[in-house]
């Protein structure tokens, strides 16, 4: 399974390469087309780890003024 992150900024929130690496670091990669960044679990997941990595983008994306939208397929 896979989580997909689209991201939309804001002028007066982080730079787009801040926000880039914080998503790095948990393990989102950066790509192109219609989402921004995925993860991929290499795994069948529940809706408790799905909940979890909401969870923790909410936490990583905080006070940064983006806005965004997570799909897990």
Not at 9 to 35: H, I, T, W
Not at 50 to 62: I, M, N
């Amino acid at each position: 399974m896979k989580t997909y992150l689209t991201i939309w900024f804001n002028s007066e929130g982080a730079s787009p390469s801040e926000v880039v690496q914080r998503l790095r670091a948990m393990g989102f990669e950066p790509m192109q087309g219609y989402y921004d960044h995925v993860y991929d679990w290499k795994k069948k997941v529940t809706i408790d780890d799905v909940l979890q990595l909401s969870d923790a983008v909410h936490q990583t994306l905080k006070g940064l003024k983006v806005t965004y939208k997570l799909e897990t397929i």
